[in-house]
């Protein structure tokens, strides 16, 4: 809000995945396949993800802003995101819905 943008909306099929990968976080970093899960879905419209292991939610969101890759999608262009964490594993998904 403080830089002019518009607030995300909720919508629940973006938490429910983002609920899913939080559970799948650990396995897909333990053998180098971060976001495969994800894309693997091979879901109709374009979708993002920040994902990180190891840290209490406050920590997780401070290290997103942190980093320019993560801050760059949390600024970005789309209307809906969710965050879930499942212990210390997060995932924010990010999706206008916007057909491939």
Known sequence: ASLGLILFEKDD????????RSTELAAEIANGTLHS???NRNLPYWIFENA???S???GTV???????IHHESIVGDY??????????????????FSPK
Do not use: D, H, M
């Open 79 to 96: 209307k809906f995101s969710c965050i879930k964490c499942t212990g210390s594993n997060c995932s924010q998904i990010f999706t206008s």
């Open 37 to 39: 899960r994800l894309y």
């Open 52 to 54: 990180k292991v190891g």
């Open 13 to 20: 099929k973006v938490c429910e995945l983002a609920g899913i």
């Open 56 to 58: 209490n939610e406050e």
């Open 62 to 68: 401070a290290w997103w802003l942190s980093s320019p």
